[in-house]
């Protein structure tokens, strides 16, 4: 049955167009995070490793990636589920066999497989930019990876969070002004102290980053993987005890 949810799922997505409004928010991502590539500023040290071109450019898509990440997942968690509360779909579902947990853990299944394509292949994107912009400095593709990971787990687990929102409140503008805080959130985060960043769903996206700002230029930081870890294991029961009790209701 579950394999059965997933697949009604895929046709959704396929339906609701959700491959493309994820691609044109990777095609944002990739476009403003390689917009200074271009300037003459940026091209002067590329090949200087002191001018650390390949950090300034990881650093720019850590910050993009922090405003726009809880934008990706409200949209793509608010235009799966919403077609749910438009066309009595709860009550389809469960007529069908699919209590409404179920059919939110199969939605956000199949948008976390969505992420988990979307993020290495943006990321790619922006690794081969600096490459074709003619950064000449060696490439440290492993701090790129990690990063990469990190913030596919903090949007895996915010996506989970935005499907359980969508499902239980009918209006979707309170999803996506959930989401457009994410984004002030996400972004500040990066200055805020680590403790308060911590308290923070969005704060994560701080937490998974492998670089600072200090005086002298970036610093490499390591990330809180411990912290990481019981934020996801939270989320992860929350995410399953809601969808135990949305089981049990009636749509």
């Known amino acids: 049955m579950t394999l059965t949810a997933v697949n009604l799922e895929l046709r959704k997505t396929r339906r609701l167009r959700v491959v493309l409004v994820c691609a044109v928010m990777v095609a944002a991502v990739v476009a403003l995070t390689c917009a200074n590539l271009m300037s003459d500023s940026a091209r002067a040290g590329f090949d200087d490793p002191g001018a650390q071109p390949w950090e300034s450019l990881l650093m720019s898509y850590v910050m993009v990636t922090a405003m726009t990440s809880p934008l990706l ?9 919403d077609i749910e509360h438009q066309g009595q779909g709860w009550m389809l579902s469960q007529v069908a066999g699919l209590r409404p947990g179920r059919l939110c853990r199969a939605k956000a299944t ?3 497989a969505l992420l988990a394509v979307a993020v290495p292949v943006q990321t790619a994107l922006v690794v081969m930019a ?7 400095v060696p490439l440290s593709p492993g701090v790129w990876v990690q990063y990469a990971v990190g913030l596919l787990l903090v949007d895996l687990a915010l996506l989970c969070l935005h ?3 969508a499902a239980r409140v ?4 309170v999803g996506m002004g959930v989401g457009l805080l994410g984004a002030f959130c996400g972004v500040f985060s990066l200055l805020m102290p680590p403790a308060l960043a911590r308290v923070l769903p969005w704060g994560y996206y701080a937490v998974v980053s492998p670089l600072r700002m200090g005086d002298d230029g970036f610093a490499a930081l390591t990330p809180g993987y411990g912290w990481l870890a019981v934020f996801l294991a939270v989320v ?4 399953a005890v809601a969808g135990h009790r949305f089981d049990r209701t009636e749509a």
């Open 130 to 136: 600096g490459l074709a912009a003619g950064i000449t």
């Open 110 to 112: 199949v948008l976390g």
């Open 163 to 165: 499907v359980w929102l």
């Open 236 to 239: 992860a029961v929350l995410f």
């Open 73 to 81: 997942v409200a949209v793509l968690a608010s235009r799966q589920v």
């Open 170 to 173: 009918e209006n979707q503008l």
